[in-house]
């Protein structure tokens, strides 16, 4: 069994913005069913390994539909940008950003749900055209329960037996579950958590090594999270093992708001960025392997000025070099810097309030950016080639 071994610091309290999220959400109250064939405040992004299909999640902000199936995960065809509502399934309210979990019984897509505090663990087709529970778009019997409260983050981790898995849920009540799955069925699932810090929405696995980092909006540092291997080549229990802090306490009150939204590594997993709205910028970690402790270094660098409260960011290699794309929901923008100077090299833009995020650098060279207030997602060229290289290009409605 996973055992719960962690206790961290407790860090300070909550934003008028999560206060004003959560009043928002009226949880379990009748409605209709979520439409499988429009958008509804559109935000998490996924695109399948060749680039054929997009993963939207609509996330019912507004209230209007049922909470337990108020959200949706549609199916997009990349190649003429239509819905498949035919191929989409309806989830839980203020679902998170879905990630692709291969298994050998089919490739899974897991999906945290704030409004049922669950994992959904959904059925992906062979060729990634449609997600379904059991073949039907209700995904109510596909779902690991009773997770701490607002999770909203997941993230597969490396097993060396390919017939379990083990899955990793971030939550807003400052825990992180690790979810163990047989083939990826949830009749299977053994959950256990541990204690992070509070407002803790963000996971990442470092490119190189298997540690985990975990990041809030409450408190001003990264945790790093190393697993112990059991006999059976299965990991088994988790240990925080460092806080790594970032900047500075600015308040001299001891209270650390950073806002921390998303992070990503450059192509060689040397350096960390971590998008953060409060203050609006990007931070940046060496991550590189110190020969000394075989451990990433974890040292703050310095924060770029990014403004406009950045929300997701992807690291794209183009013409041999690293460009961070971060979305700036306040200004209706992609602000893209060069990595290595840290300088806006360019900005484009979008639709209303961009958040979401997803690269297809295989099949059509595409950055796909969710806008929130449009219901709607922009397709911006990312192909250095092209003549229409960092514009949008086309809206998918």
Same mark, same amino acid.
């Given at each position: 069994m996973l055992s719960d071994l962690i206790?961290?610091?407790?860090?300070? %309290?909550?934003?008028?913005? $999560?206060?004003?999220?959560?009043?928002?959400?009226?949880?379990?109250?009748?409605g209709p069913d979520a439409p499988l064939d429009e958008f509804a405040f559109p935000q998490g992004l996924a695109v399948h390994p060749?680039?054929?299909?997009?993963?939207?999640?609509?996330?019912?902000?507004? %209230?209007?539909?049922r909470d337990?199936? %108020?959200?949706?995960?549609?199916?997009?065809?990349?190649d003429n940008l239509a819905l498949r509502p035919d191929d989409s399934a309806r989830i839980a309210s203020f679902s998170g950003t879905p990630v692709l979990m291969p298994t050998r019984d089919g490739d899974r897509l897991l999906l945290p749900a704030r409004g049922d505090r669950s994992l959904h663990v959904l059925q992906v087709s062979d060729s990634g055209g449609a997600v379904h529970c059991r073949g039907q778009n209700d995904t109510r019997e596909c779902r690991v329960p009773n997770l701490p409260a607002n &999770?909203?983050?997941?993230? &597969?981790? &490396?097993?060396?037996?390919?017939?379990?898995? $083990?899955v990793a849920v971030a939550s807003m009540s400052g825990r992180v579950s690790f979810v163990r799955l047989l083939d990826g069925r949830v009749e299977s699932a053994e959950v256990a958590s541990v204690r992070v810090s509070d407002g803790t929405n963000i996971l990442a696995l470092h490119p190189v090594l298997d540690t985990l980092y975990a990041g809030g909006r409450f408190d001003w540092g990264l945790y790093g999270l190393?697993?112990?291997?059991?006999?059976?080549?299965?990991?088994?229990v988790i240990v925080?093992?460092?806080?790594?802090?970032?900047?500075?306490?600015?308040?001299?009150?001891?209270?650390?708001?950073?806002e921390l939204r998303d992070i990503a590594f450059s192509s060689d997993g040397r350096r960390a960025y971590l998008s953060a709205s409060s203050p609006s910028g990007v931070f940046v970690l060496d991550t590189s392997i110190d020969p000394d402790t075989g451990l990433p270094r974890d040292r703050y660098i310095e924060r770029l000025d990014v403004d406009g409260r950045p929300g997701d960011l992807v690291v794209l290699r183009e013409n041999d070099q690293d460009f961070l794309y971060v979305s700036a929901s306040e200004r209706d923008e992609i602000v893209v810097l060069h990595a290595g100077s840290g300088r806006i090299v360019d900005r484009i833009p979008t639709g209303r309030r961009?958040?979401?995020l997803a690269a297809d650098t295989v099949r059509h060279g595409r950055l796909y950016v969710s806008l929130f207030e449009d219901n709607a997602?922009?397709?911006?060229d990312i192909d250095p080639g092209s003549p229409t290289w960092r514009t949008v290009v086309d809206t998918i409605r």
């Open positions: 206790t961290a610091r407790r860090a300070a %309290g909550a934003t008028a913005a $999560l206060a004003a999220l959560l009043a928002t959400a009226c949880f379990n109250v009748e060749d680039g054929q299909f997009l993963y939207v999640v609509s996330t019912n902000f507004d %209230g209007r539909y337990r199936v %108020g959200g949706t995960l549609h199916v997009v065809d990349a &999770p909203t983050a997941v993230l &597969p981790l &490396p097993s060396a037996d390919d017939g379990q898995q $083990l190393e697993w112990v291997t059991g006999d059976d080549g299965v990991a088994e925080t093992t460092r806080r790594i802090p970032i900047g500075v306490d600015t308040t001299g009150r001891g209270v650390r708001i950073a961009p958040w979401g997602i922009d397709v911006i």
